[in-house]
């Protein structure tokens, strides 16, 4: 069974940063692709950033861009994303998701982390 | 950046036809957007319905169907049942980013 487990969510202030995780079981981590996706209090769901199984090649919103940086270890079977700069506008919870090929796209998804960004 | 807008909301009766559809701001969506849609129910974790815009996933119940249509990616619901009152969003592949769409929210009365 897949499971995707998000940690690391809380309460940052303004132009803080914080980095949340993703630990993953049920599959073979290092051939999948993945993503996060986030979603603001009672809002619709934005994609943030994908990174392929390698880590080689990774994808961001303009929204994050310089800001937020997506990252793996496919010996720990886990995902990150490192969040800095953090605005009130980031406020969300962020889900884990796993990409499957040809642009399927968050097949598996993990419950999700609430971040604050709030004073 | 591109936009994709979707129909804010939708009313269909128990065991009737709806279609959803979902479109983008840069022109006609085409099969190289690669539709993925999305079913999410309250306060719970989205779940994936049909990916590269006309394939269902193996837990995809067979009343639902994705297609383009009129310059756009479409998801029909046939049959529907109480249980597919939710939200439902479409994601595009353009300019090697996803978009989301705003989301349909689908009531079943």
């Known amino acids: 069974e897949v499971q995707l487990v998000e940690s690391g969510g809380g309460l940052v202030q303004p132009g803080g940063s914080l980095k949340v995780s993703c630990g993953a079981s049920?599959?073979?981590?290092?051939?999948?692709?993945m993503s996060w996706v986030r979603q603001a209090p009672g809002e619709g769901l934005e994609w943030v950033a994908s990174?392929?199984?390698?880590?080689?090649?990774?994808y961001y919103a303009d929204s994050v861009m310089g800001r937020f940086t997506i990252s793996r270890d496919n010996a720990k079977n886990s995902l990150y994303l490192q969040m800095n700069s953090l605005r009130a506008e980031d406020t969300a919870v962020y889900y884990c998701?796993?990409?499957?090929?040809?642009?399927?796209?968050?097949?598996?998804w993990g419950q999700g982390t609430l971040v604050t960004v709030s004073s | 950046q591109t936009v994709v807008t979707q129909e804010p909301s939708l009313t269909v009766s128990p065991g009737g036809t709806v279609t959803l559809t979902c479109a983008s701001s840069?022109?006609?969506?085409?099969?190289?957007?690669?539709a993925n849609w999305f079913q999410q129910k309250p306060g719970l974790a989205p779940r994936a319905l049909i990916h590269?815009?006309?394939n269902k996933h193996s837990w995809t119940p067979a009343r639902f169907s994705g297609s383009l249509l009129g310059g756009k990616a479409a998801l029909t619901l046939s049959g529907v049942q109480p249980e597919d009152e939710a939200e439902y969003y479409c994601?595009?592949?353009?300019?090697?980013?996803?978009?989301f769409g705003g989301g349909t929210k689908l009531t079943v009365l």
């Open positions: 998701a796993r990409d499957g090929d040809d642009y399927r796209l968050c097949v598996y």
């Open positions: 049920g599959f073979t981590f290092s051939s999948s692709s």
């Open positions: 990174i392929q199984k390698d880590g080689s090649e990774k």
């Open positions: 840069t022109g006609g969506v085409t099969s190289g957007h690669h």
């Open positions: 590269s815009t006309v």
């Open positions: 994601s595009l592949f353009s300019g090697a980013a996803w978009v």
